[in-house]
């Protein structure tokens, strides 16, 4: 589980890693699915983004998501296809 945290700087006079509303640089860490441990900055200030892109960093990593890949329609018989598109 990656969460976002929050890494203070000066002028900021917050010291909590867990204060989300300044504007000081967010980072991203924890263990991805895999069992990775990751610890890298979001590259935004905004804590929402930053919980975004740690969710969607676990998802992309999640080994269930690569083994459910959806076939692409050419790869469809022609009926089934049919059926999808309309
Ligand atoms: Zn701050």
Not at 19 to 38: A, D, E, Q, S
Request: net charge positive; charged share 30%.
């Amino acid at each position: 589980m990656l969460s976002a945290y929050t890494r203070q700087y000066p002028p900021c006079t917050q010291a909590d890693s867990n204060h989300r509303r300044c504007h000081c640089p967010k980072r991203i860490n924890g263990t991805l699915p895999t069992g990775k441990f990751v610890r890298i900055p979001a590259k935004t200030r905004s804590w929402e983004s930053a919980e975004r892109k740690a969710r969607i960093m676990e998802v992309n990593a999640d080994p269930l998501r690569r083994r459910s890949s959806y076939l692409p329609v050419e790869t469809l018989p022609r009926s089934e296809k049919q059926r999808l598109l309309h």
